[in-house]
Structures are given as structure tokens and as C-alpha cells.
């Protein structure tokens, strides 16, 4: 009784709960392939990384990088409850967030066998060569 209670009482919440869920679906479903397809092949084999040139305008297009990697991430773990590409968004979202030990996790999660069949099937379907994973 009380759950329906709770129901009535925020049924805005839950509304909007509904659309953003929708609008993350959607935007998952266009945006994950694409930014799977323009990984370049050799992302994770590479050993050297580009040092970071201390110069403004790259460090302010660092910051929105990270913003938006922490929103996938984010948009992922919800979409772990809601229909969509959950693990692939998250994968995604950990890959444009600058941390310790990035890389490290990206690869144990990329080495999962769901994930990586996903990955690799995205890029077979825009005709691109497979991503190389140690």
C-alpha cells in the first residue's frame, strides 16, 4: 500500500525518470557505435601515451573530455537497470576520463569475452579492422 502511495505522490519523478531513460537509450544506441568505430585499432597495444601539452585551450577541452566521459560512465551504471549498451557506455565513459590506472582497466574490462565480441562486431559492421587486444 505504501509503494502506491509513493507512486502517486511522485509520479513527475517518475515521468522524468522515463524520459531520460528513453533519451539515454537513444543516445547510446548512435553514439556508442560511432565512437567504437573511430577508436583507432591499435588503442590498447599502444605502449607510448602523448604527454599532455600544458597549453589553455587543450587543457579546457581536457576538462569537457572528462565531463562527458563521467556522464557515459554515469549514463552507463543507470543504464545497467534500463534497456540500452550499459557495459559498452561505461566502457566508453572510463576511456575519455584521465586517471590512474586507466589503462589497466579498460584492458581487463575490453578482455571480457561479451564485451570484446560486442566491440568487434561493431566494428565488423562498418567495415573496420578489429580492435588488437593483448
Known sequence: MMFLEWIKENDALLAWSGVLGFLMFVVSIAAIPLIIAW???????RISRKPFKRRPF???LRIFKNIFGLLLLLCGLILLLLPGQGILTIVIGISLIDFPGKHQ???RLVRNPRIRQSIQWIRAKVH???LIIP
Open 39 to 45: 577508436m583507432p585499432e591499435d588503442y590498447f597495444v
Open 58 to 60: 587543450r587543457q579546457v
Open 128 to 130: 573496420h579492422k578489429p
Open 105 to 107: 582497466l579498460q584492458l
